[in-house]
């Protein structure tokens, strides 16, 4: 480990140049103890500092600044800072204090400190215990850079034994907390002791501000280190009833690279046991009613996920396509509905969303966070409400049916931990009437289409009125339709000729010669009518000369069906006559025959004649 | 059940008219649609296949880029370093359409991703083609052979086969332009309007933008134009029908970039341009006989006759010179194995390797086509009474697809709608029959006391006079207010309505049997609807890309595909190239974004033979061959662990073929033990030493310690072995896809083994000075 003890070298060099630079500025308070527990357990680095502050200045103070160095606050993810009331293991939060970033003069150019206001003066004399939680993103570095499939992934932590800080430090400890006990190295000062996955440093007494004493551990790290480069969350509010949310993750392993082949076989066999850094699930964790759940990428739906619901959470585990071994990338998109009423509320006039910021997947750290609030078409006044510095744009978002398009509030975030996972708010004004807009436009829609199919349809589309062609069209019309009441007409007479045969078959079968005569009676009437009404048809008929051609074959119909018409009647005449006289049926037949003939032929022809019309 | 209903429709025509059809015609698009969906809710919403993967991927460019571009793209992601020209060589109907299809959407502010377009682009379609069935037929016999047409047509298994939700390709557009411009031209030989004719040609120009197919259009109206003249049916309306067929679809197929000049120069489109001679001759001679007195006409003829045979042969005598001086005759490989079954499997392995280019098997028929084999028979006989212009067409349409079908399983998509048509006439003919005997001995029945019913057998031909007559009488009232305006459309219906009439009091069955005979055509339609949602739900609607099985503990998905082209679109650099068989070429560009070396567009023989060699050379060979070509990545697909059967090993010998036939080095029966291919301790040292093997089996005798092949049901010859030249980048799940990484070639420090691997060791301190933190 030549490595480590160089790097000491550096950096004590850095820090006790850091001391000898150090103003008196901040020494009016003084820390009288602190104990940090720095969690890494996971690849989100939590160190969390419990401090208690003393003034022994005369001026009353009412900021506290904590100081980390540029390289570890490049990876500061998290700052907050609690007023710590009470006393041993009945600790009560306070709320949580404003932290910001200040530039004080006389702190050393290589750090970065913030600023914490407390919530009232500390006095001389008195003291409180400040809980001070800083997450770090990317903190934990993969040495080696590279690893083959089978070997394990190690990595480096790195801080300082001594807490840094502009005051002066009466006694401290420090507590390193490991996912496990396999440990490669870790820097051995004095009072330092590894116990289990513990080590512990300290208790150290009465350093000066700004003392520093590097320490590193190299250890074996085989969770999931699962870092979104990219994260687009959609949160689309309808006010139908339905909170859709949809993120897009470009997810990447960001730990040690894979480098070498990637054998399935070894994948499937040993994953446990060796080359366990690999990851292939995540789990999300979903609000308890979430529905409709999909996961998807690009070239379509994912279909290894799991999800599990009960009243209070909804989990979702998803696995991604293939196992992401270190550096591997991927790409997915997953997706839910909420119930409005659970996010959705009103104040004074103004409606308001309280949903969460960040990611839903566990210990995730996400390099680029955007959050995209859709709000309904017409929504109005818009403003955010987040509890940490986010940038924030507007734009609109056209979607299904939309004329104006929705207004849409982004929020970017970089680096963002789990500990962003805060609720915020974006209060808009909204009509509810504005909800009937889209139902009504597709409704007059198409009330317009099918008017204009109506006003279509009764149109009359030619160019020219008065043109020879649409005349002649027009005269044409009319003859056929005059055509077609002829034929109506004709074809009643013949159904009437059948009722005659139907009165004489009647006649032969039960000898009733009253019905059949009265039979007789109304066919002649009706066919009196029906050649009333054809008179007038075959008069304009005649005098239309579109009609020339048409007409000879009219009247020849009208003719034939008159000679039908009167060969028929002679024939019901004479049956009716025979059956009066009782004359026997053979001698019926006999004096039928000839005009039954002519009715059979005459038939044909009209038949025929019917045809041609209908062919015109 | 539905055909009961269309059966009612037109028998309830009278008396609902329009309205009743409408709503049936939307019925039957709703059905034709939903019927589709199967695969997107028993899978997914996802494009399937291989070619609807390029097809979505060149829609994606068109959206985004715009229709320039489009027409401009040269693509350097395949055929590397080749590159395509996708702009000319694609038929772009399809895209298009579904690229149209987003816009307007778009424009209406929905917002469907291009891919949820094409993916119910096929459906959509298949609704608009099921239309146009009704009015194609609807212009043969009539309105209700329309409905039963159309309703066959919707959901008809050959053409679901091609059109479900997610296969979107050139044929679930181009079978909607096939029948659409077969309708028009009828409508044209119907009406004779020019408008019609014009129409006909863009149906066309849509037809040939979409599919290479159109060859059958413009094929088969001529012979048809050919078969009206020589059966002496030459009329105005036959010339207004194809003449503008002829100059202006010609006009506009030559625009577009794939066909160009080809519509002049091929032969394929002669057989147009010679009917279109012949049918100007005949208009003269009608012309000129119309003019002349029969003594002058005769001689005339002889004149005519005498010179114009002369001027015939030496045009004639031009042009067979001409095409005979191309090797191929002027025909493309297609047309031309088309012409000739055998020829494919001849001279071009590579239209042969393509299983949908065999013939099909008599069982496929049934699968495709199910109960319309058997009532084709019966429609072609409807058809010839009587015959007219329309039913003739149909006729000749249905024999050239039955023999087109017969060469490729592929074309029984060009049969599938004839054999609707002749269904639904078929059905249509039978119902009309069955309903109306029925009919008219329902009143008789009543009326007459059952005692008398053997005496009243004239009486009873009377009623039945009479119930036509009344019949008649209601039609007549009825249509009149619909006549004006609409005489032509209705023109048709009635005249094959009264035709029909006619003979309806011909055709008279006794009431038992036809009762009898009703039931049983509905059952027949009924087992034809079960079969179809069979067709639809199980064997037609797997997407391929995704494969499921069911296993004691349920279903079990393999998606290996989509996991192997994910991990290669999120892990390799952009600009890497992939080699593959050519089958993955699309899927590879689409879903990975990847350069191939070749895809599914096999242009250039060559450079599959290329690729195939390599495949089938020893390690460092194939390592020579594909560093030469900048690869990067080969990926084979193996289904040797799960049983997934069409995987690189089936296709191998294919690659040899194809291989040797570009590269005789490598010869087919290297790789046969006695003429069998094998894979297990018999295979030949050339097998076994080949890349393809090498790469598919590689450590898979560490998965069970026999290495037991699935596929092959033996176990593998050659079990433990090293890659040299490769290493295994990814394999997927189910170990389906499998991609090797090219090793960088050696540097040259040979005899210095031990050395370099102290330098290496070296250079890992090195590495390890450097300061992670910083």
Redesign the interface.
């Known amino acids: 480990m030549?490595?480590g003890t160089k790097?000491k070298v550096d950096l004590c060099i850095i820090f006790v140049s850091i001391a000898l630079l150090s103003s008196p500025v901040f020494s009016d308070l003084i820390i009288s103890k602190v104990d940090r527990r720095i969690d890494l357990t996971s690849h989100i680095v939590r160190i969390t500092s419990t401090i208690k502050v003393e003034n022994e200045g005369n001026e009353p103070v009412s900021d506290f600044v904590v100081a980390f160095p540029d390289?570890q606050s490049k990876h500061l993810a998290f700052l907050s800072a609690n007023h710590n009331e009470g006393k041993g293991k009945k600790k009560s939060h306070g709320a949580s204090l404003p932290v910001k970033s200040v530039q004080s003069e006389g702190m050393p150019k290589s750090l970065t400190s913030y600023s914490i206001s407390l919530l009232k003066k500390l006095v001389k004399g008195e003291s409180l215990t400040l809980e001070v939680l800083a997450v770090f993103a990317h903190f934990l570095?993969?040495?080696?850079?590279e690893v083959s499939q089978g070997d394990f992934q190690l990595v480096?932590f790195?801080d300082s034994a001594y807490y840094l800080s502009p005051y002066a430090v009466r006694v401290q400890t420090v507590i390193v907390k490991l996912p496990d006990a396999r440990v490669e190295s870790y820097t051995k000062l004095e009072n330092s002791k590894a116990q289990g996955s513990e080590i512990k440093y300290g208790p150290y007494e009465n350093q000066s501000p700004f003392s520093y004493s590097p320490i590193v551990v190299h250890f074996e790290y085989n969770k999931p280190y699962a870092v979104a480069q990219k994260l687009v969350r959609e949160i689309e509010i309808s006010h139908w009833g339905n909170v859709q949310i949809t993120e897009h993750y470009n997810l990447v392993h960001g730990g040690a690279v894979l480098k070498?082949?990637?054998?399935?076989?070894d994948h499937q066999?040993t994953s446990h046991t060796k080359g366990a850094s690999a990851f292939s699930r995540l789990l999300a964790k979903l609000p308890p009613r979430a529905h409709s759940v999909y996961f998807r990428?690009e070239?379509?739906?994912?279909?290894?996920s799991n999800l599990r619901s009960d009243l209070k959470k909804t989990e979702l585990e998803i696995e991604p396509?293939?196992p992401l071994l270190g550096g591997?990338?991927?790409?997915f998109t997953f997706g839910y509905g909420l119930p409005l009423k659970d996010y959705l509320f009103e104040a004074e006039e103004k409606r308001f969303v309280d949903i969460s910021f960040g990611s839903p997947i566990d210990e995730l750290v996400v390099d680029e966070l955007v959050v995209k609030v859709v709000l309904p078409e017409g929504s109005s006044d818009l403003s955010v409400s987040v509890p940490f510095s986010v940038e924030q744009l507007e734009e609109t978002k056209?979607?299904?049916?939309?004329?104006s398009g929705r207004p849409v509030v982004v929020l970017r975030k970089t680096n963002a931990v789990p500990e962003h996972n805060q609720h915020f708010q974006v209060y808009y004004k909204f009509n509810c009437l504005s909800l009937l807009r889209e139902p009504l436009m597709l409704i007059s829609g198409f009330f317009f289409l099918f008017v204009a199919c109506i006003a279509y349809s009764h149109a009359d589309f030619s160019i020219s009125k008065s043109s020879a062609s649409y005349l002649a069209k027009l005269q044409w019309?009319e003859v056929?339709?005059i055509i077609?009441q002829l034929?109506?007409i004709i074809?009643?007479c013949?159904?009437i000729h059948?009722k005659l045969?139907?009165s004489l078959?009647e006649l032969s079968r039960t000898g009733n010669v009253q019905a059949c005569k009265a039979a007789r009676k109304a066919a002649d009437s009706l066919l009196k009518e029906l050649s009333k009404e054809l008179k007038p048809l075959l008069t304009t008929l005649q005098s239309s000369p579109q009609a020339a051609q048409i007409f000879p074959k009219v009247e020849e119909l009208v003719a034939k069906e008159r000679e039908l018409q009167e060969r028929l009647i002679t024939k019901h005449s004479i049956v009716v006559d025979c059956y009066e006289k009782k004359v026997s049926g053979r001698e019926i037949e006999n004096r039928v025959a000839p005009h039954q003939q002519k009715i059979t032929a005459l038939k044909h022809e009209v038949d025929d004649l019917l045809?041609y019309m209908?062919?015109i | 059940m539905a055909e009961t209903e269309t059966a009612n429709g037109s028998s309830l025509r009278n008396a609902f008219g329009n309205v009743l059809a409408v709503f049936i015609l939307i019925l039957i698009g709703v059905l034709a649609f939903s019927i589709r969906l199967f695969s997107v809710i028993k899978y997914?919403?996802?494009i399937h296949e291989f070619d609807p993967y390029f097809n979505y991927r060149v829609t994606q460019f068109l959206t985004k880029n715009g229709i320039y571009d489009f027409w401009n793209w040269f693509d350097d992601r395949t055929w590397y370093p080749l590159g395509r020209v996708i702009g000319g060589t694609v038929y772009p109907g399809l895209t298009l359409t579904a690229g149209t299809m987003w816009w307007l959407l778009h424009s209406?502010?929905?917002?469907l991703s291009v891919e949820t377009v094409c993916v119910f682009t096929a459906p959509v379609f298949s609704a608009f083609a099921s239309w146009a069935t009704y009015l194609l037929t609807k212009e043969v016999k009539g309105p209700g052979a329309g409905l039963t047409a159309a309703l066959l047509l919707g959901m008809v298994p050959s053409y679901i086969s091609r059109s479900v939700a997610g296969s979107y390709d050139n044929e679930a557009v181009a079978i909607f332009a096939l029948i659409y411009t077969f309708y028009l031209y009828i409508k044209t030989l119907n009406t004779g309007s020019l408008f019609y004719a014009t129409l006909n040609a863009i149906a066309y120009f849509y037809m040939v933008c979409s599919w290479g197919g159109y060859t059958f259009i413009i094929n088969l109206i001529p012979m048809h134009v050919l078969l009206c003249i020589v059966t002496g049916r030459y009329s105005h309306r036959l010339y207004i029908a194809y003449a503008p067929l002829v100059v202006l679809g010609t006009l506009l197929a030559a625009l577009v970039p794939v066909v160009g000049f080809n519509a002049v120069l091929t032969s394929e489109h002669f057989a147009s341009f010679l009917v279109f001679i012949i049918l100007h001759v005949v208009a003269l001679v009608y012309y000129i006989k119309g003019i002349l007195s029969p003594q002058m006409f005769k001689v005339a003829v002889t004149l005519v006759v005498t010179g114009g045979l002369a001027v015939c042969f030496a045009v004639a005598a031009v042009l067979v010179a001409l095409v005979a001086s191309s090797p191929t005759m002027g025909w493309s490989g297609r047309s031309l194995s088309l012409l000739d079954p055998t020829y494919a499997s001849k001279y071009i392995p590579i239209i042969a390797s393509v299983s949908e280019h065999q013939p099909p098997t008599w069982p496929s028929y049934f699968m495709d086509i199910n109960v319309l084999a058997f009532l084709v028979p019966a429609g072609i006989i409807a058809c010839f009474s009587p015959l007219s212009d329309a039913s003739s067409f149909v006729v000749l349409y249905i024999v050239m697809s039955v023999y087109f079908s017969g060469v490729m399983v592929r074309l029984m998509l060009v049969l599938a709608p004839a054999a609707c048509i002749m269904s639904g006439i078929a059905l249509s003919e039978a119902f009309d029959i069955f309903t109306r005997s029925i009919k008219f001995q329902l009143p008789s029945l009543t009326e007459t006391s059952p005692d008398e019913a053997g005496e009243s057998s004239?009486?009873n031909a009377?009623?039945q006079?009479?119930v036509t007559?009344?019949d008649?009488?209601e039609d007549?009232?009825k249509?009149?207010p619909l006549?004006?305006g609409k005489?032509k459309e209705k023109e048709a219906s009635?005249?094959v309505s009264?035709k029909s009439r006619?003979e309806k009091r011909l055709l008279v069955l006794p009431f038992e049997a036809s009762l009898i005979a009703l039931f049983l055509t509905v059952l027949l339609g009924g087992f034809y609807v079960v079969h179809c949602v069979w067709a639809a739900a199980e064997a037609y609607s797997a997407p391929s890309?995704?494969l499921t099985s069911h296993t004691h503990d349920g279903l079990h998905?393999f998606?290996d595909f989509?996991?192997a082209?994910?991990?290669l679109s999120?892990?390799t650099e952009v600009d890497d190239k992939v080699a593959s068989w050519w089958d993955y070429g699309y899927q590879t560009t689409a879903?990975a974004n990847r350069t191939v070396i070749v895809d599914n567009n096999t242009w250039n023989n060559t450079h599959i033979a290329t690729v195939g060699t390599a495949m089938s050379s020893p390690e460092k060979a194939a390592w020579e061959i594909y560093n030469s070509l900048d690869v990067k990545y080969v990926l084979v697909v193996f289904g040797g662990l799960v049983g997934y059967p069409s995987d690189d090993i089936n296709k191998f010998l294919w690659m040899v073929r194809i291989g040797g036939g570009e590269f005789p080095h490598i010869k087919e029966p290297d790789y046969l033990r006695d003429g069998q291919y094998r894979i297990d301790s018999q295979a030949t040292p050339t097998m076994l030493n080949s890349l393809m093997y090498k790469l598919s089996y590689y450590?898979f005798v560490?998965?069970d310690g026999k290495a037991y092949d699935r596929v092959r049901r033996t176990e593998i010859g050659k079990k433990h072995f090293k890659l040299t030249h490769f290493?295994?980048?990814?394999?997927?799940?189910h170990?389906m896809v499998r991609i090797y990484k090219l090793k960088a070639p050696k540097n040259r420090l040979r005899g210095k083994i031990k050395k370099s691997k102290s330098k290496t060791s070296s250079k890992?301190s090195s590495?390890?000075?450097r300061?992670?933190?910083q």
């Open positions: 030549g490595l790097m390289k570095k993969p040495f080696p850079e480096v790195q070498g082949e990637f054998s399935r076989l066999m990428d070239i379509g739906n994912i279909s290894t396509r293939y591997w990338k991927t790409f056209l979607s299904h049916l939309d004329i019309d056929l339709s077609q034929e109506n074809n009643r013949l159904t059948e045969e139907a078959s045809e209908d062919e | 997914e919403s996802v209406v502010n929905i917002p004239s009486g009377e009623i006079n009479n007559k009344t008649k009488n007549a009232q249509e009149r006549k004006k005489k009635a005249k009264l006619i890309i995704v998905v998606d989509r996991e082209y994910a991990w999120h892990n879903m450590r560490e998965t290493e295994e980048a990814f394999t997927s799940h170990w890992r590495t390890a000075k300061n992670p933190w």
